[in-house]
C-alpha cells in the first residue's frame, strides 16, 4: 500500500462530503508555490525564466496559511521552484502540520540532506523528490550533471531517518520506456512510498519547446511504460488516473480540483496556464471561465495536455461519483498487471526520438548569488 490509510481515510471522507453537499467543483490538492527562484534551471521549466525581481519574492507563511485555510483543500502540494530554499519553509511546514494537511513537498533534493535537521517525521509530510529517470535521463531533464546522484543521496538520508518520500518524474518525447521501467525497480528497492508520474506540458516560458508529447505519443509512452508491470511497483496516484494516460479512459480535465496560488495570487486557470489572477479563492471558482479549458473546450492551449494537475483529480472524482467508478478503483487496484503483449513488445521500438545533448545552463549560481538569494 503506497499511501497511509489515514489519509486515504481523510481525501475518501472529503469527497465524499463535497458530493452530498452537491458541489460540483471542489479543490482536492492546492499546489501552493511558495516562490519561483530554484538551483536548478531545467529546459522544461516554466519558473526560473521569471526575472530576477519576480525571483527574489517569497510568500510569508500568513500567506500560505491564509491560502490552506482559504481553499479547504485536504492535501498541499508545495512546488516552486526550490521550497527548500524558502528561508521560513520549516515554519510553512510545522503551520500545515499543525493544520493536519497532508504535504507534498516537492524538491529536487540538492539541498534535503543539508536542510532536513528543519523537519520532523510525520505522516503529514511527504518529501516528493523530483527523478526524471535513471541517472543519465535525469541529469540531461534538470540540465545538472550529478544531480540524481545527489538526489539519491537525499532519499537515503530521509528514509534513514523515518520521513515518508515519494517520486515525482515528468515524461518528456523521447523517454525511453524500458529505462523509465528499470528506474522504477531502482526506486523500489530504494525503498520509496511510491511513484508519482505525469507528462510534461508545453509551458510557452519553457526553454526546450520541442520535447513535449501529444495525447496520442503520451497514451503510447504511457501504455509501454505501464503495462505488464511489476507487482512490487508502487504509485502514488489514483489508479484510474494511470488507466487514463495509458488511454483505457478519457476524463474531461478538472483544473479547479488542483488550484494553484503563488507571489501574484490565485492562478487562472491551473497550475500551467496564466490566464490572470484572483486575489481570493472565492473570485477564482466564481469568475474564471471553466469552459473554456481542458481538451474537450477546444482551448489550443489544452489540445495536448494529460498532465497530473489537470487530470487526477477528474480520476479521483469518477471514483466517488458512482459504483461503476469505484468499482473500477477496486479493480484498478487489485489487478494492476495490465498484461499486453503489443506493449511488451513496443519496449523494444526504436523510432523514437532522441534527447538533445545534454545542456549545461551554467551560470545559475552566479546568478543566485548575484541576486544574495
Ligand atoms: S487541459 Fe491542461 S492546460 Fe488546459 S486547463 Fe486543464 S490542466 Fe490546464
Redesign the pocket.
Known sequence: MSVPVSQMWTVASYVVRQKLARRTRYPLVLMLEPLFRCNLACAGCGKIQYPAHILKRQLSPEECFAAVDECGAPVVSIPGGEPLMHPEIDQIVAGLVARKKYIYLCTNALLLKEKIHLFQPSKYLTFSVHLDGEPEHHDLSVCREGGYDIAVEGIREALKLGFRVTTNTTLFDGADPKSVRAFFDEMMDLGIEGMMLSPG?SYDKAPDQQHFLGRARTRRLFRSILSNRDPKWRFNLSPLFLEFLMGKRDYP???WGMPTYNIFGWQK?????QDGYADSFAELMQETEWNK???E?G?L??AN???H???EASAVDHTFSSLSGFYATVKATLFSRYADDDALNSLDDDDRSLHPPLVQIANVNETLQDMQV
Open positions: 506540458y480535465c478538472t483544473p486557470p491551473c497550475y500551467l496556464l479549458y481542458g481538451t473546450s482551448n492551449a489544452c495536455c494529460m498532465v494537475s489537470g487530470y
